[in-house]
């Protein structure tokens, strides 16, 4: 049997007009729909799978504000067994480092059944409202386990994770004894849709809400004003303009080579 952790994150849909909010520049997550971010569902089926074919139960984890309860509701229609969601407003802003030093917190209290600590820990390989592609690894080093990050295939079996990186110098093979943390690509499944049955189900479902003192963490090691980065100025971006258009009088692919040799493209 195999416990897993997922880690998943609301984020604004990447169709809907985003923004940052004026004073301290952070993201505005009330300016957009909010939908459970599309690498955080394979990373869910993914866990899914493996416990559909090994046994073991499967918790999402997630921090964010009273609305991230919609995705975490998304993440159980899809199977997941409970869920628990870190919510305090001191974590407003708080950088990577600071996520990762909550979440490493949360994944030391929870529980499973007999009270096991988590085998798997899957997640993302990058978020879209952030991109910052790093938590994975900083939760590795604060809780000492090993990663393998970037997967686009992975495997359980006898104690141990295994999983293919794809990257531009081709394919390479990953190993792991549990428990590790893993991260995944958008190559790793197709994730299935909630079924009626599994989104009146998820209504049922266990939800933990913890806050900072739950866990352990000082307020003062969190949050926008105690960040390890700062944005201190940001610009809109101008206005879409009309495109320039070529005219082909059997010269076409000349203007075009032309066009995009000027704005340095090739």
């Not at 520049?25 to 493996?50: S, Y």
């Amino acid at each position: 049997m195999t416990n897993i952790v997922v880690l998943i994150k609301q984020v604004p849909d990447t169709w809907s007009e985003r923004k940052l909010t004026d004073g301290d520049f952070t993201l505005d997550r009330e300016a957009a729909d909010a939908v459970l971010d599309e690498i955080n569902e394979r990373a869910v089926e993914e866990a899914l799978l493996i416990k559909e074919a090994q046994g073991g139960e499967v918790t999402v984890l997630s921090a964010g504000p009273d609305r991230a309860t919609d995705a975490i509701r998304k993440a159980l229609s899809m199977g997941a067994d409970k869920a628990v969601h870190i919510n305090d407003p001191a974590l407003h802003g708080s950088d990577a480092i600071q996520t990762g030093w909550t979440l490493a917190a949360a994944l030391g209290q929870i529980g499973f059944e007999n009270e096991e600590p988590a085998d798997l820990i899957i997640a993302g390989n990058e978020a879209t409202d952030g991109r910052v592609g790093a938590v994975p690894a900083i939760i590795a080093e604060y809780l000492g386990i090993p990663q393998l990050t970037q997967l686009r295939k992975l495997t359980v079996a006898e104690g141990k994770v295994t999983g293919e990186r794809e990257t531009d110098e081709g394919i390479f093979g990953l190993e792991a004894t549990l428990p590790a943390i893993v991260s995944v690509t958008e190559k790793i499944n197709e994730p299935r849709f909630p079924s009626f049955k599994g989104i009146m189900a998820a209504k049922k479902k266990e939800v933990s809400v913890l806050t900072l003192a739950d866990l352990g963490v000082d307020p003062e090691t969190v949050g926008v004003a105690n960040a390890g980065t700062t944005v201190t100025a940001s610009t809109p971006k101008p206005p879409r303009t009309a495109g320039e258009r070529v005219t082909d009088e059997g010269d076409g692919g000349s203007k075009i080579a032309a066009y995009l040799v000027g704005q340095k493209i090739i």
